[in-house]
């Protein structure tokens, strides 16, 4: 009698946990997902992609208090092994999601704060010319490459299907392009031209610099050879002018 007594506060114990877990992890996070966490959406569509992904976590929320609930009512029955297994199933269906989105989180939000010092020194040069880097040449291109890859800055490849190397025009085109950057863009911008060893084969240049001022750099270029056009050829590795040049 002791024993079955004790099993019965057990799973009394367990269920009201589940009631009590099921409103406030996943069903929290189903109210944040949905909401974007307080975030205002301007498209229809991403409202439309947050309640579909809130929907999983509500899913979520309904199999842990359905556990729950089950355990309270039915805590004077003896479950068989296979009805435990299924009660575990529910108990994991509804804790397992909502902690992966919690570690997820919180792993999101240290990154976020590593990057912080990196984002705060973005915001400064975007405000400096073009000596304002103060390093290395090669420092500054492992730089320029990680806010890339990391989407503060963007890379692109230009054709000049109508000019070549070590032209007057493509002495040219590089002043113009030095004068721009100096002037008119911030310390983190950077452009190259090839192909290195000069030969005969179609100018191509390479652009890194801020998203907005990429459409600028395309109208310069097209001022210089109007069948200019952005190429996925990636693998072109035109040498990078310094802050110098």
């Known amino acids: 009698m002791a024993r079955t007594a004790t099993t019965r506060t057990a799973k009394v114990i367990a269920g009201l946990a589940c009631l009590v877990v099921a409103p406030l992890l996943p069903g929290l996070l189903a109210l944040g997902v949905a909401t974007n966490f307080g975030f205002g959406r301007s498209s229809v569509d991403m409202v439309l992609r947050d309640w579909c992904r809130a929907s999983a976590f509500a899913l979520c929320a309904i199999a842990l208090l359905a556990t729950g609930l089950f355990l309270i009512v039915r805590r004077h029955e003896h479950f068989s092994r296979r009805t435990r297994v299924l009660i575990g199933i529910g108990a994991f269906a509804g804790v397992g999601p909502a902690i992966g989105m919690v570690l997820l989180i ?50 692109k490849i230009f054709d ?86």
């Open 106 to 155: 919180a792993a999101h939000s240290r990154a976020l704060y590593s990057n912080a010092s990196l984002v705060k020194r973005i915001e400064l040069l975007q405000n400096q010319k073009t000596n304002g880097l103060g390093m290395e040449w090669y420092e500054q291109t492992v730089l320029r490459r990680r806010l890339v890859s990391r989407g503060y800055l963007i890379k």
């Open 160 to 245: 000049m299907p109508n000019l070549r190397m070590q032209t007057t025009a493509s002495h040219g085109l590089w002043d113009a392009m030095t004068t721009f950057r100096d002037k008119e863009c911030s310390s983190l911008a950077n452009f190259g031209m090839g192909p290195v060893d000069g030969s005969s084969a179609v100018l191509y240049v390479t652009v890194t610099d801020l998203p907005t001022h990429i459409p600028q750099w395309k109208a310069l270029l097209l001022k210089f050879d109007s069948g200019a056009k952005e190429t996925r050829g990636l693998q072109k590795p035109g040498p990078e002018s310094s802050p110098t040049n």
